[in-house]
């Protein structure tokens, strides 16, 4: 009896053990799936959250982008449709004192200066103007159909020739001296200055250009009228 006894025990205790364990394993197992399902289910509805909101983000990032670039565009347009795309124009290079190097459609040689279109495009300069003067920004007008090609140059002679029938002459010239040059806008665009270009004193037939074309600090270069600048 005692034996048997032990044996009952022996059993409870197994299966007292038992379920212990197993209550363990189920509190330790629904601990585990809770804890997985909970994280995965924690991080990915943040994750389901934060991917939505990043997609709408790049979205909403998309949509002004582009916008953007379309505002661009159709400043651009807008620009090359009133003739003001001239901030794309640049005065490019000029000699104030041109005694041998080239000479006008009319054998004299005389002061010039070089436009540069950076643009594309080809831009109409009907209407702009070419002064020497702050005070006088309407100093010389660009005549009618006068249009400098896409990425193109444009020779102005400066010698007050406004009466010959071949090339554009503008009513002043430059001094050797040193003085200012300006691109004006037209009269609908409140003749803003659109470059402005100041020199000091030049060397007989020197030239004074951007390097590079368009964009570069003026400086003496190859005289190149009508033609990419070049470094001396
Ligand atoms: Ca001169
Ligand atoms: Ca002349
Ligand atoms: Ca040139």
Same mark, same amino acid.
């Given at each position: 009896?005692?034996?048997?006894?032990?044996?009952?025990?022996?059993?409870?205790?197994?299966?007292?053990?038992?379920?212990?364990? +197993?209550?363990?394993?189920?509190?330790?197992?629904?601990?585990?799936?809770?804890?997985?399902?909970?994280?995965?289910?924690?991080?990915? =509805?943040?994750?389901?959250?934060?991917?939505? +909101?990043?997609?709408?983000?790049?979205?909403?990032?998309?949509?002004?982008?582009?916008?953007?670039?379309?505002?661009?565009?159709?400043?651009?347009?807008?620009?090359?449709?009133?003739?003001?795309?001239?901030?794309?124009?640049?005065?490019?290079?000029?000699?104030?004192?041109?005694?041998?190097?080239?000479?006008?459609?009319?054998?004299?040689?005389?002061?010039?200066?070089?436009?540069?279109?950076?643009?594309?495009?080809?831009?109409?300069?009907?209407?702009?103007?070419?002064?020497?003067? +702050?005070?006088? $920004?309407?100093? &010389?007008?660009?005549?009618?159909?006068?249009?400098?090609?896409?990425?193109?140059?444009?020779?102005? &002679?400066?010698?007050?020739?406004?009466?010959?029938?071949?090339?554009?002459?503008?009513?002043?010239?430059?001094?050797?001296?040193?003085?200012?040059?300006?691109?004006?806008?037209?009269?609908?665009?409140?003749?803003?200055?659109?470059?402005?270009?100041?020199?000091?004193? =030049?060397?007989?037939?020197?030239?004074?250009?951007? $390097?590079?074309?368009?964009?570069?600090?003026? =400086?003496?270069?190859?005289?190149?009228?009508?033609?990419?600048?070049?470094?001396?």
């Amino acid at each position: 009896m005692l034996k048997f006894q032990i044996f009952l025990v022996a059993i409870l205790m197994s299966c007292v053990a038992f379920m212990s364990c +197993e209550r363990a394993g189920q509190m330790a197992a629904p601990m585990v799936p809770e804890a997985d399902t909970a994280e995965p289910g924690n991080t990915g =509805q943040p994750d389901d959250m934060v991917v939505p +909101e990043d997609v709408v983000e790049s979205d909403d990032m998309g949509m002004p982008e582009d916008m953007t670039e379309s505002t661009d565009i159709v400043d651009m347009t807008d620009m090359d449709d009133t003739s003001a795309a001239a901030p794309s124009v640049v005065i490019n290079e000029l000699m104030a004192d041109n005694d041998t190097i080239v000479a006008d459609p009319q054998g004299d040689y005389d002061d010039w200066l070089e436009l540069y279109n950076l643009s594309d495009t080809a831009v109409m300069l009907t209407g702009m103007y070419l002064s020497d003067k +702050e005070d006088e $920004l309407t100093q &010389w007008e660009f005549p009618e159909n006068t249009q400098i090609s896409a990425n193109g140059y444009l020779v102005v &002679w400066l010698d007050d020739d406004v009466d010959a029938a071949e090339g554009l002459h503008a009513n002043f010239k430059l001094s050797k001296d040193g003085e200012t040059v300006i691109l004006v806008g037209t009269d609908a665009h409140g003749n803003r200055v659109l470059d402005r270009v100041t020199f000091e004193a =030049q060397e007989t037939d020197t030239a004074y250009g951007r $390097l590079p074309d368009g964009t570069g600090n003026f =400086q003496v270069v190859q005289a190149t009228p009508g033609a990419p600048n070049m470094a001396q």
